[in-house]
């Protein structure tokens, strides 16, 4: 699944990343520094640096592949997300899982819970304007 697979040197470190579905990946992370590098730059350049000490380790690494409801996925990137409502903090984390024939899907998982998504690329039909 990962004939489309990349590899370079993180600008940051200097470690290797590799970039999972080339050509429709914006940026990598580096999960050695930090550093966040422009995927579609044939340089590779540094875009950012982690400015934070919080790391999160993802419970699914990146690259693992597996079998959810009957197809074939590829987790490619994991992000960190939170926000607080009326004063409490909520977070939680998004995997990005791939397949070339499916596309893209997020797994989603809050306190343990797990939610799997499709990202619709249009609203459902009958829905209000
Ligand atoms: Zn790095």
């Not at 959810?68 to 939680?92: F, P, Q, T």
Request: aromatic fraction near 12%; proline fraction near 7%; charge should be positive.
């Amino acid at each position: 699944m990962s004939a489309a697979a990349q590899k370079f040197p993180c600008p940051g470190c200097g470690s290797p990343l590799e970039v999972r579905a080339a050509g429709r990946t914006q940026s990598v992370a580096c999960g050695y520094c930090g550093a966040v590098a422009d995927a579609q730059d044939p340089a590779h350049k540094l875009l950012s640096k982690y400015a934070s000490a919080v790391r999160y380790e993802p419970l699914i690494p990146l690259g693992t592949r597996g079998v959810l409801r009957g197809e074939k996925w590829e987790c490619i990137g994991y992000m960190r997300r939170a926000v607080r409502y009326y004063g409490v903090d909520y977070e939680w984390g998004e995997y990005l899982l791939h397949n070339p024939l499916k596309g893209f899907r997020w797994l989603v998982e809050a306190d343990g819970h797990w939610t799997f998504y499709e990202t619709l690329t249009e609203g459902p039909q009958g829905a209000p304007k």
